[in-house]
């Protein structure tokens, strides 16, 4: 029977994390070099903890499936990171960022990690500059900063349009000059496959050689996920192409328990999907609303060029629906409105899915030289992908997919149901509840690399008993054999169909039901087409080449189908969360005026989920949410 | 966005591991010109699997140009373009229909092929691990306000950072020189205050790896900086020789 | 050790490289081409340089232990250099779609050893030719006016030959130039840049200066 005791410190909320740090074990400093730490993913947060822990003094063994460390997504990271310094002067401080982020999440995310996540935030900004992260400054040489969705403050530090690339560069920097000491082993181009578990603690994982195909077995004394997100369910989202959520599912279906899998971002400005070719969406900053106004024309399917219609035909449904915060709405009703406007047959573009976004009336009121040195750069983008020049045609948005809130279910030390096994950065759950503010994945991404998991490692490090397990256990013996079955499997179906035209079929299915909008009915139809679905990939995909070398369409098809099992986790806790909570939005569950409605008598819990089986029904854990220091309260933005 | 359908035929290097490579025709029918480069090469691929052959294998991650994997010579042009676009952010209404293209890998002999249009470019990273960074540790910082830097030097420096790590300057360079790359990491440490104490050491080291992995050396023909997706300068070697020959005459305490 | 290790890494064999070039062209070109203009003054003008400066012997041997050294240094650089950058790009591309890369750097290598044979005929022509005798200013002095006027005349071929140095040492100049600057650590802009133009047009002044010398003797 699993237990979920989250291992919450005692005492006021702002000294939690202080008591803890005091309360936890430690490591002595020459026993530190006797402990094995495997951290996957070379994110923001895999890259930040495992150069910190191998200056702590640890054996540290990283894992990406990139050709270096850089690559990882948190580069694409455009706006900035938010930390509580108050330097403009404009009354933030921990307790405000803390705070907002509950609030900005819809009161499903944990107080204690938030608080903790707020007071570390000012530790990671100065550990960025002293790296020499090149921060945007003032004239008088300070650091300047900007203001971001879901915040009355500025307290967003950035580099340029850049600043996921420049944090990324920096732990990647940390990480390469402990590699270069002999402190860290990398493993380059290198995939995990499976976790092992030997008497129910995390002693290793399973990878394969992306280059060779060889099945290679990795013991150590603790392993961490940093291995983000599984936005790439939806086949289309702004995800990197590689981003999956395999070592998530591979520990899932190892004991660690799923939690809030339904809660999924979807960004309001994105450039639309343009046709059946397309293999990924493009985000374009939110900071455009500032100036752009969002319309539909008021004729269904009108199908004249946006020039062509006049003033009073056209349908600005934010500014109508919204007058005090029009435009400015936050990202999940931005994204719901467009979508619900477009379903009801007023969508522009080729397919009907995109909505204006018009700087005309912009550019009129302050010119064109100051829309340009607002935005030129995301004009020039636009510009490039789509060939349409938004100074003079209005751009065409739509929502996409880009971050999930859900992830691993971790305790206040950030580890799994599995002893051991622990989730850092976007593969976790905790600090985001039901909706990220902007510029706050990076927060936490450092924040558990850098200042939390190198604090809480040691806790359970320091009470492990020395064994002399090593990769000739049976348990990595099954582990490995189990793995390169399947991968066997895989190659042998020799099918008709290609991995990726069942990833698209999944992702239009999770698109449709398990979106933006999401209902008992849909989400219930969807769980009967899942399994079909799933059946049909294994006995009807075709992956080309052997398993013994480089093969693309070998990994592709891997990942897919752990994201054809894992779907089935958010629809279910889609269909169990019969409430409507920051990113998910059930239909049933809305006020009168079509807003959502949250049920905090019924919901106010971390659903996580424990896998029994593909195809087997998952059994729910909940985690109550207790509320001392933020109120609850319903968001209105009218 | 006009709807347009092209047809091109293509030359693409195959080329599997320890063997010799060759270019192999196919042709990439009814491409919409919507499509980015990447998506054209995906169209190609799903015909390929359909068709029984093993698809083209090329690097690729984020499709918007910043993640650095993507990366081929297309008609003689790194990145299929000199327009300060990576690969995945080139369209295909850049080409017109009927035309031929050669589709080979960022070739360097300190990049091996690892397969068709994939190298390795994990020189790059060791350059990296000799220097390229500020040694901090993490806890050890002071706060971040203490240094005010002049807004000039902290926008040069991002200007430098601003690298993605493509290898599109060691393949568009007549010596397979990595000096591009190098300068600027060196030129965004040389640039702010918290690279001071390691900017000798950095620079003498940065180099010598460089020189120790097979990369050519720099001839100042600059057309690294014409193929550079990022726009990266070359005025960063000429402060990479600065810094070089600084490490030699600042005086040894 | 440091040294060595300083002055044969990439850098450092670009510095010398660019070193070694400098010295020359400050010590030997450009001066050498201010006594070659000398000749267009006529017979005693020319003469009399020539003599004045077989006065300043222990300079002039000086000058050419440091041109021998030189120039040892600049080939060996240069061989080294290329040799890596061969090593470094012995996989080619199949095609090369840009036009940056100019033809005088391009030709860097080729040029350079065309300038290196020159200068052994120049001097086997020139230098250890021997010279008649003329009078100056009631002095016998050698006629070196007379041996270059002579080495011309009458021998378009020749003319033609030297004409073609010319050019070599007109190209190797206008990219060496403004690359030892680079080297150097003086930024030269990629384009619109007033040291690549200046490299340019001392490179083309100079290979004319040089040049005219035998279109002038051939004529006369």
Redesign the interface.
Known sequence: MVELNANIPEGPMAEKWTRHKFGVKLVNPSNKRKYKVLVVGTGLAGASAAATMAELGYQVESFTYSDTPRRAHSIAAQGGINAAKNYPNDGDSTHRLFYDTVKGGDYRSREANVHRLAEVSNQIIDHCVAQGIPFAREYGGNLANRSFGGAQVSRTFYARGQTGQQLLLGAYGALQKEISKGSVKMHTRCELIDVVTIDGRARGIITRNLVSGEIERHVGDAVVLATGGYGNVFYLSTNAMNCNASAAWRACKKGALFANPCFTQIHPTCIPVHGDYQSKLTLMSESLRNDGRIWVPKKKSDSRPASEIPEDERDYYLERKYPSFGNLVPRDLASRNAKEICDAGYGVGPTGDAVYLDFSEAIGRLGRDAIEARYGNLFEMYNRITDDNPYETPMMIYPAVHYTMGGLWVDYNLMTTVPGLYAIGEANFSDHGANRLGASALMQGLADGYFVLPNTVNNYLADLERDSVDVSHPAFVKAEQTASAKLDKLLAIKGTRTVDDFHRELGLLMWNECGMARSEAGLKKALEELPKLRDAFWSDVNVPGSGDDLNQALEKANRVADFLEFAEFMLRDALDRAESCGGHFRLESQTEEGEALRDDEAFAYVSAWEFKGVGEEPVLHKEPLVFEEVPLSQRSYK | MAEKKINLTLNVWRQQAGQEGAFETYQAENIDTNASFLEMLDVVNENLTCAGKEPIAFEHDCREGICGSCGALVAGKTHGSHDRSTLCQLHMRSFEDGDELTIEPFRADAFPVIKDLIVDRSALDQIVSSGGYVSVKTGSAPEASTIPIEKNFADAAMDAAACIGCGACVAACPNGSAMLFTSAKVSQFALLPQGAPERASRVKEMVETMDRLGFGNCSNEYECAVACPKGIDVKHIARLNREFIASRTRKKK | MKNT??LL???????LLATSGTIMFLLFLVPHMGGNVLFLFGKDIFNSYAHHLHKLVPIVIGIEVLMLVSISVHMIMAAR?TW??R????????????K???LA??L?PWSGIMIFAFIVIHLANFKFYEKSKTMLDGHEVYDVYGMVLSRFQGDLWYVGVYLFFMVAVGLHLS?AL??AL?????????TGSKIKAASMWIATGMASTFAIIPIIAYLN
């Open positions: 290790r300083f890494s990439s850098i450092g064999q670009k510095l250099t890596a950058n090593k470094a790009a012995s996989s080619r591309h199949s095609q090369k779609g840009s940056e890369r100019s750097a391009r860097m990219h403004q690359s680079q080297t150097y650590g003086v930024y030269v802009p990629r």
